[in-house]
């Protein structure tokens, strides 16, 4: 929803200032002017692009009759109120209603739900970074040698084009290390395991559909964003709502093997962000049941659409 405003003072002051921070409240994160959406990896011919989609959004918004919006009020009050006209209406929760594929073009793998039934209430570890984020050769080895240090139960989604070169050597000797204690899939029916008794964290690139999932299953964040808005949820998701913690590169830009078996570690002993994680669940639960906020907000917006 920031991102209109942005592009309004971008549009009438010129390019931002690099390390920049914009304010849009003084009572919201701040978003850094390295963090916005269109300084998406790639080249520049890819970040035009990705700004002129925005822009022209922006401007279809201003003529919208109704601006239906999948979060909830309670979530985010002051971001809420700062755009006249808009209507939360969420959570929307749709991998049940549509058989597990809501959303997504890849093939789940179900089999992962079994493996979890054979785990440790709380024990487990889910890691998936959505569709588009990609990593090095090296990124990607120093996260599953995070992972095997840390010595507990993981999920892994593991999508076939996550890394540019081959992965089948490593991933074999990775596999016979770790052996049943974590399982790696191409896709997963992420809903279900987030609510899945066995899950006790989530790692997550902080796409807004699996923020809000995480949220709405009360299972705290492991934060680790790649680029648009996911920058931004995680500083809500550390700084506002309090129910995750980030992952921070060293000096090469690397996220370490070390870096993530701490604050795996940190997470799971931190009874403050699980609190604050159960919470969040709970107002996410009330906003989309009868008398609540978004429950309202959808009733409202039928009605108007009937007259």
């Known amino acids: 929803m920031g991102l209109i405003y942005i592009l309004q003072h971008i549009y009438y002051a010129g390019n931002l200032i690099e390390n ?37 959004m922006s401007h279809y918004v201003k003529l919208c009759n109704w601006l239906l919006c999948n979060s909830f009020y309670e979530l985010d009050s002051i971001a809420c109120d700062l755009i006249p006209g808009i209507i939360p209406v969420g959570p929307l929760l749709l991998g049940n209603q549509l058989g597990g594929h809501a959303g997504s073009f890849w093939t789940e793998d179900s089999t992962c739900l079994s493996w979890l039934d054979k785990q440790s209430v709380g024990s487990v570890i889910y890691v998936a970074f959505g569709s588009i984020s990609i990593h090095s050769k090296q990124q990607f080895e120093e996260l599953a040698l995070g992972l095997e240090l840390i010595g507990q139960p993981f999920l892994w989604v593991v999508r076939s084009d996550i890394i540019d070169e081959p992965l089948v050597e490593f991933l074999d000797g990775f596999k016979t290390r770790i052996n049943d204690r974590g399982m790696i899939v191409q896709w997963a029916p992420q809903e279900k395991v987030l609510a899945h008794p066995s899950t006790v964290c989530f790692l997550s ?103």
């Open 205 to 307: 690139h902080c796409g807004w559909n699996s923020t809000l999932e995480s949220i709405s299953m009360g299972v705290p964040f492991l934060c680790w964003p790649y680029f648009a808005d996911q920058f931004n949820n995680k500083n809500y998701i550390c700084d506002v709502w309090k129910v995750g913690l980030g992952l921070n590169p060293d000096e090469n830009g690397l996220i370490t093997r070390h870096e993530i078996n701490t604050k795996i570690k940190t997470l799971l002993c931190d009874d403050g962000i699980k609190t604050n994680a159960l919470k969040l669940k709970e107002m996410a639960k009330k906003s989309v049941t009868k008398g609540g906020s978004s429950f309202k907000n959808f009733e409202s917006f039928i009605e108007q659409i009937k007259h």
């Open 20 to 56: 920049n921070l914009i304010w849009l409240s003084k009572e919201i994160p701040a978003w850094n002017s390295t963090e916005v959406a269109w300084s998406c990896p790639g080249d520049s011919k890819t970040q035009n692009c990705f700004f002129e989609l925005l822009f022209n």
